[in-house]
């Protein structure tokens, strides 16, 4: 599968799960740790692991493989790593403090 179907298969998972302000940064080019990042904010702890339980779902029964992921049990940042792509949940002051936006601006949003 195209790395375009696969983030959007999670970008339909966290709007299943009532993700706010999702976003879809290209960096490719840009930076040689990823060519997309999925962006999205989730409301609480809770919220933001469904979210990213059910990315994980959908992502894996698409035959994308998780290769690493960071911050689930705090659900302030959580970052999940599928190489290609990466997904990045946050709860909305910590999205307001790292601004991912601001530093991947030369990024186009797609």
Same mark, same amino acid.
């Given at each position: 599968? *195209?790395?375009? !179907?696969?983030?959007?298969? /999670?970008?339909?998972? @966290?709007?299943?799960?009532? +993700?706010? #302000?999702?976003?879809?940064?290209?960096?490719?080019?840009?930076?040689?740790?990823?060519?997309?990042?999925?962006?999205?904010?989730?409301?609480?702890?809770?919220?933001?692991?469904?979210?990213?339980? *059910?990315?994980? !779902?959908?992502?894996?029964? /698409?035959?994308?493989? @998780?290769?690493?992921?960071? +911050?689930? #049990?705090?659900?302030?940042?959580?970052?999940?790593?599928?190489?290609?792509?990466?997904?990045?949940?946050?709860?909305?002051?910590?999205?307001?403090?790292?601004?991912?936006?601001?530093?991947?601006?030369?990024?186009?949003?797609?």
């Amino acid at each position: 599968m *195209e790395i375009k !179907e696969l983030t959007g298969i /999670a970008i339909s998972a @966290l709007e299943d799960k009532k +993700g706010e #302000d999702i976003k879809l940064l290209n960096i490719t080019g840009i930076s040689p740790i990823s060519d997309y990042f999925v962006i999205a904010t989730g409301n609480n702890s809770n919220q933001m692991q469904a979210m990213a339980d *059910e990315v994980s !779902e959908q992502l894996n029964k /698409a035959g994308a493989t @998780l290769k690493h992921t960071e +911050g689930y #049990d705090a659900a302030n940042w959580i970052l999940m790593d599928y190489g290609d792509f990466m997904i990045h949940i946050f709860n909305p002051e910590s999205r307001d403090f790292y601004n991912l936006e601001r530093i991947w601006r030369d990024a186009v949003t797609e």
